[in-house]
Each structure stands twice: as structure tokens, then as C-alpha cells.
């Protein structure tokens, strides 16, 4: 309990109804190391804030840990659910759910809050879930996942092709949508592993990650860590193209023209479904135009299982957006997944994998 839920109701009354004992300060001289914190955090399987005030979702949300609670958020590794409840114009204010895309990009899952009448008169959002459909919503979402049991490996984010000391030739993905589907995997049951070039972006909790540079860096480690994989997901961006020779000194500007010489890049997707004991293997198609062409070619070309096409360069969607769309094609099938935000698409596409992966 932190020090404000307290002053509506005292532990005391807590421990009575629960019959479990409560915990308000940080450090505390019971504990034998007086870490309680940590033991706490160590302790549980998941962590669930109900009800969470705006106040407590602004310390989360910047990582201040003065407290006991907002200590053991910031010290937990495991999922973590916020139950908010507020006033419906606290709920509202820009602060606030700024701090909820925040913390939801941090990987919390929100639960709520339901929308009625309030403890101070308002009408709108900002009561609490009520505790059955929060007790419920967990266990939904922690019921063995439809990946149970599966090892899925990963590819996201850009390539880095070196030039010379300082520069290097890239691309705009922002891994975005190849973490998404990493932390999806990992919720729906999978052991994930995640090869990531580089990104802006936080690794994905509870997710075992490698971080790579260039093409060559992340075929070898996809290569690596291949040995029983069940399904693999190439989200990366991987360059096609590597300069044939790296300079080791800064190139100079010199002439009014210059040419680059580059050789092709080995493909990663394409020679994973090229080994015995070939994972189900999907790629990725992003594509400025002649979508499904260019996206059933490569299905063909790479022998993959299946491809998932999206549209690139437009105002929304594609690289570094938060939304995406997806045109899926496999032999003999396709779905779309109209626009949606990238961690609800990866549970969409994920929901495919695994059946057809199953089928
Ligand atoms: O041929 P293209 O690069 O458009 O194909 C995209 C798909 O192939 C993506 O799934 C991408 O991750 C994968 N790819 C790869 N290795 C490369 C190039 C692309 O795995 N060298």
C-alpha cells in the first residue's frame, strides 16, 4: 500500500481481509537484508496495480522509485498490469495519457479503467475495472498462449553496411514491428529469440536479444542460434547490397563524381528454409508497389511458408510508424489485417503463424 491508499484504508483492515500480510515502506527492518523490495520483486510472477492512481502512473512512467510501490515497479521483471483510477478529467489530461503510451510502450498492460459514475460526482472514464473482470482479464491473458512450447527465432531492425570509419548505408525500418511480434511471441507462450540490428527503441522484456551491424553479423548469428527453432520471423530489414570494400581511413571528398561498388548481401530468410530441419519460415515484403507481385515472387523465390506484404513510403503506415497494415499470402491463401497498432497486428499475425505453423 502506498502512503495515500493508507489514508483511505489502514493495513490493518487489509490483513484482516486478506489474510496476507501488507507491505507499506521500502526498507524494511523485518526483512533480514532489509531489501524487501527486491525479495518482493524477485517473489512475484506478475505484477498488478489495482487501482493505480495518475500519480503512480506518472513515477512509472519516469522511473522515480521513492516508494515502496514504485520501487517494486521499477525492480520487477516480470508483466505488469495497471488497473488506473481516477477522475475522468485527471484521466483525460494530456500528462496523463501521455504517460499511459508511454508505459504501454514499456511493455505494461492496462486493464480498464471502465467508464460511469465516480467517487466524486463526474460521469466518464476513470473507475476502476471491477476486481472480477480484472481477476478474469489476467487469467485470459495468462492462460498457456497458442505458441506454448514453441522456440521462435526473430530478425528486426535495419542492417548497417560500413563504408569507411564514419559512414555507413542503412535504411529507415525502426525495428518497430519485429519487436512487437517478439514480445507478442514471448506473451503467447514462445521462448523468443531476437536478432536486432540497430534500433532506437527498448529491447523487448523477457526476450532473449543479440544485437547485430550488418548483414553479414546478423546471418552468422541467426545461423548460430538456429539449432531447434520451430518457427522463424524475419522482420529485419536486411541490406541487400555491402560495400565490397570497407575503407579503413575517412573516404575524402575529391572529384565531382564517385561510384561505390557493392556486392550482394547473402540472403538470411532464404537459406534458413534452405536447411534440413527447416523451421516454418516467414518473411517479410516491403514494397512500394506491385505489392502482391513482388510479395508472392519472394513467397516462391525464398521458399518461405508464408509472407506478410505491407506498403511502404506512404503517409501512414510501414517503416517507423506505430500503425501498420498487412496483406498475408501463403500457397494457396491470404489475409489481410487492416490498420491497426503494430503490437495488436504482431498478436494478429501470430494468431496466423501458429495455425497454419499447427496445421
Ligand atoms: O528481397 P527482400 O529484401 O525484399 O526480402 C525481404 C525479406 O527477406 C524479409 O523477410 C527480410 O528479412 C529477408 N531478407 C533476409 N536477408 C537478406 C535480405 C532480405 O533475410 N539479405
Redesign the pocket.
Known amino acids: 500500500m502506498t502512503k495515500a491508499a493508507t489514508q483511505f484504508i489502514s493495513p490493518l483492515t487489509f490483513q484482516a481481509l486478506s489474510a496476507h500480510p501488507v507491505h507499506t515502506e521500502l526498507l524494511d527492518a523485518d526483512q533480514e537484508n532489509a531489501m524487501g523490495h527486491i525479495n518482493l520483486a524477485r517473489w512475484a510472477d506478475l505484477l498488478l496495480i489495482a487501482p493505480a492512481t495518475a500519480n503512480s502512473l506518472a513515477k512509472f512512467s519516469y522511473g522515480l522509485a521513492d516508494d515502496l510501490l514504485s520501487t517494486l515497479y521499477l525492480a520487477v521483471e516480470c508483466p505488469v498490469y495497471i488497473a488506473p483510477a481516477m477522475n475522468q478529467a485527471m484521466w483525460y489530461k494530456p500528462a496523463t495519457q501521455e504517460n499511459i503510451q508511454r508505459l504501454t510502450r514499456h511493455g505494461v498492460t492496462f486493464i480498464g479503467p471502465d467508464e460511469g459514475s465516480q467517487a466524486c460526482g463526474d460521469i466518464g472514464p476513470g473507475r476502476m475495472t471491477e476486481p472480477e473482470a480484472i481477476v478474469q482479464s489476467l487469467k485470459l491473458q495468462n492462460s498457456p498462449g497458442i505458441l506454448q512450447g514453441t522456440k521462435v527465432l526473430l530478425?528486426a531492425g535495419p542492417t548497417r553496411e560500413q563504408l569507411d570509419p564514419v559512414r555507413f548505408i542503412s535504411n529507415r525500418s525502426s525495428g518497430k514491428m519485429g519487436y512487437a511480434l517478439a514480445e507478442q511471441a514471448q506473451r503467447l507462450g514462445a521462448q523468443v529469440t531476437l536478432i536486432s540490428g540497430p534500433v532506437a527503441i527498448p529491447a523487448p522484456k523477457h526476450v532473449q536479444t543479440f544485437f547485430v551491424q550488418s548483414?553479414a553479423e546478423?546471418?552468422d548469428t541467426?545461423m548460430q542460434h538456429m539449432a531447434g527453432q520451430d518457427i522463424m520471423i524475419?522482420?529485419?530489414?536486411?541490406?541487400?547490397y555491402t560495400p565490397e570494400l570497407v575503407q579503413t581511413e575517412k573516404i575524402k571528398k575529391q572529384n565531382e563524381k564517385t561510384e561505390l561498388n557493392l556486392r550482394?548481401?547473402?540472403?538470411?530468410?532464404?537459406?534458413?528454409a534452405k536447411l534440413d530441419n527447416r523451421p516454418f519460415t516467414?518473411?517479410?515484403?516491403?514494397?512500394t508497389q506491385n505489392l502482391e507481385h513482388?510479395a508472392q515472387d519472394?513467397l516462391r523465390r525464398?521458399n518461405?511458408d508464408m509472407?506478410a506484404a505491407n506498403w511502404v513510403g506512404q503517409a501512414e503506415g510501414g517503416f517507423d510508424s506505430d500503425c501498420n497494415a498487412l496483406q498475408v499470402y501463403w500457397e494457396n491463401g491470404q489475409q489481410t489485417f487492416t490498420i491497426t497498432d503494430k503490437p495488436q497486428l504482431a498478436r494478429q499475425l501470430l494468431a496466423l503463424i501458429a495455425e497454419r505453423f499447427h496445421a
Open positions: 530478425t548483414a546478423m546471418y541467426v524475419a522482420a529485419a530489414a536486411v541490406a541487400d550482394k548481401t547473402k540472403d538470411i530468410v532464404a537459406s534458413v516467414v518473411g517479410f515484403a516491403a514494397e513482388y519472394k525464398k518461405l509472407i
